[in-house]
């Protein structure tokens, strides 16, 4: 059977556009020496994101299990980057609080992110940029119901 798979589709152009970046900023990370996984760096980032937040809303945004997250999250808590708090209105949750600690952690992260942008947007001009990025909120609203897109 020979089947012929365009490998410039949108989905093909788009998973390997996500683990380029990925790979790049992950190096970029682990050179700044921080002290944190890239995995925990992107929870630092998305907690920063979402404010304080319960620990199973910050998986479903992130794309975790939530022990996965819960094994970052002990990580970061042990380091006192991050705290758990119990949740006023369900006793069985917990919130997730980043602390005053994870100021310079993630200074350093958004300086990695800063760089993977840069990168990103070589031979790029500012209004085609702006363009890219308006394409891709399009895009992401798609596949998003507007109450998702507001708490993002």
């Known amino acids: ?3 012929k798979i365009d490998p410039e589709t949108f989905g093909f152009l788009l998973t390997d556009l996500a683990r380029l970046i990925r790979v790049d ?4 990370i682990l050179d700044e020496g921080i002290g944190v996984t890239p995995g925990e760096a992107r929870v630092l980032l998305h907690a920063a994101r979402a404010g304080e937040v319960r620990q199973n809303v910050l998986a479903d945004r992130m794309g975790l299990e939530a022990m996965t997250l819960s094994t970052y999250v002990d990580r970061l808590e042990e380091r006192g980057l991050v705290q758990r708090l119990p949740d006023p209105s369900d006793r069985r949750a917990k919130l997730v609080r980043l602390t005053p600690a994870a100021s310079d952690a993630l ?3 958004m300086r990695a992110t800063a760089a993977v942008r840069q990168r990103a947007r070589e031979g790029l001009n500012d209004q085609e940029w702006a363009v890219l990025k ?3 909120r399009k895009v992401r609203l798609n596949f998003s119901s507007a109450t998702d897109e507001e708490q993002s």
Request: a negative charge; charged letters at 30%; proline letters at 0%.
């Open 107 to 109: 200074d350093a992260i």
């Open 1 to 3: 059977m020979s089947v």
């Open 25 to 28: 900023l992950d190096q970029r």
């Open 134 to 136: 308006e394409l891709l």
